[in-house]
């Protein structure tokens, strides 16, 4: 495992700033790693990811094992190559895309059956087949293939996932070959404490290099969420960084950073740039509205992204009215750098013993 | 005149490499310049045009006079802050818009009646009205507004234009008061000889600091378009740059490059872009083609923009059979520097007296 050290350099309460060692560069964290399904982080290229200061990039197997093929990627060289992201990247494992795109997904102990939302296509997704498609891919971390149930889970369908999860892993663990990826194991258990417990404690027996704590933010009431984020966050081992799968809003990151959580990643702010919105230090912002037609500021004054170092907000709400792309790239530029400088601050504020006073003035929406 | 100089350094034939000066910076001709119609060029930000060594880009006034207004540009000081382009820009008058996408267009000496593609709204556009919103915006190079028949208009309406065009543009002219934009005159007269000559004529005897030739690359057949825009360019003063109006084609722009043409603007390279196209050195490429699945290399071997340098067919191939935006910018940036790189090496050949050597390996498409 000396190919991913993970160094803690400070803590503040139970968040941690901490460095992990990819193959391809060092990973910051707390950081946000912005989402490429397929590939591309969407309206977003390299180079204006590295420019936002992204360290790590996200892809999904479910996707690429799809389109373009996994053997497809390989053969030009692998993920890296495909999409030219010379930095770390990880792949998610494609079971939260069975399980929330796939009605028909039929589970067994064996895996899961589901159609392909690319063509109707029946697939067999098993763990040792979801970690062959990852290994083929070559991201430098990888996740084993989960159950993740919605929030209206019976305490009964919880408690299958949780199991299933958890033989999964033990299997993933089993085919994984490449030394030269890290293989996460996934929590799951809904809000459920005895469930969080039991997944925690299997997943942990089983032994990762990382543990990713999923089945959150799919649904349920915040309060339940933070519950169960900090009791599993307290239950994973301290020397091995925590990945929290799917969350995106500003202050749901910062209070998952209090709790000792350590990376994300969510589709939330390409998503929202999509619907013209735009993460400010005041709250989300209508890119639409007709107050910002004339409006010569920027974006959000304490921004350095592109788009607010060049544009007034009268000129994107132009772009974005017309549907003009540029209006997009730039909304999206700014939402994925508005999470990448929060998780950075977060963590400059932790490096300098400053972080109760920094969660204190963190957004709040 | 003074603020705009126009410089010929060398020549081959009809052919010349100069250099125009504006207040926002030299324009090295032959140039092509990219179309932001809408004050964006489709899917590029101002630091991709820069980057792929766009000297100049065309704005419309037709599209900024109703979204977003000009009054509310010049409020957010003027179209270069608007757009955050700091080169030269160039509005068209909305001339072609106003005949092309108002089917109900009712032309009378006065102007032209038409209603708004935006809102249905009825509109009275004057040569006065096209001239004052030109100068609200503050471009530096700005158009005459002109009557632009298509190709199956009937002599007499190709008459009727002619006449049109000129008396506008004397009234243009007459309005005309910003001493740091330059007002172009545009000759029309469709394929007809005397009717060019009279055109031509007429916009000389107003006087202009540059020529436009209009009405061609509408729809007629090559072979006449090349006849009247070879008799157009020479009818034209040799001191002052000339602007083919809506030319794209490699082949079309390197024939008007050798009758003296010095300006070319065109939607085509990013519209081919939206149909999946690319230009190469070896004529258009079908992007979405299967063949292209697992090919390594990139769009064209001999091309230097940042899709070319950084991302196999393949990729690309996936990213716009997916349609991902991603996709759309990488082919709209090398369309767009390809027909840069093409009008910067002729204007290399000439200037380096092998421009003759140039046209023989020059693109046949």
Known sequence: MSLFDFMIAAGAGDARAGVLVTPHGDIETPCFMPVGTRATVRTLSPRDLSGAGAQVVLANAYHLFFRPGADTVAGLGGLHAFMSWDGPLLTDSGGYQVFSLGASARVS????????????????????????????????????????????????ELRQAVGRTADWAARCRARHRRQDQLLMGIVQGGTNEKLRRESAQRTIETGFGGYAIGGL???????????????????????????????????????????????????????????????????????????????????????????????????????VTLKEILGLHLLSLHNVTFLLDLTRKAREAIMQGRFSDFMKSAPEF
Chains 1, 2 share one sequence.
Do not use: W
């Open 109 to 156: 102990s064996g895996g899961v059956e589901f159609k392909s939302v690319y063509d109707g296509s029946r697939h067999f997704f098993t763990p040792e087949l979801s970690v062959s498609v990852q290994e083929r891919l070559g991201a430098d971390i990888i996740m084993c293939l989960d159950q993740c149930p919605g929030a209206d889970a019976s305490p009964g």
């Open 217 to 319: 933010s799919v649904g349920e009431e915040r309060s339940a969420m933070l519950e169960a984020l900090a009791l599993t966050a307290g239950l994973l081992p301290a020397d091995r960084p925590r990945y929290f799968m799917g969350l995106g809003d500003p202050a749901g990151i910062m209070a998952a950073i209090a709790a000792g959580v350590d990376m994300f990643d969510c589709v939330l702010p390409t998503r929202l740039a999509r619907h013209g919105t735009a993460f400010t230090s005041a709250g989300r912002l209508n890119m639409r509205g007709a107050a910002l037609a004339r409006q010569d500021g920027p974006i959000d004054a304490g921004c350095r992204c592109y788009a607010c170092r060049s544009f007034s907000r009268a000129y994107i709400r132009h772009l």
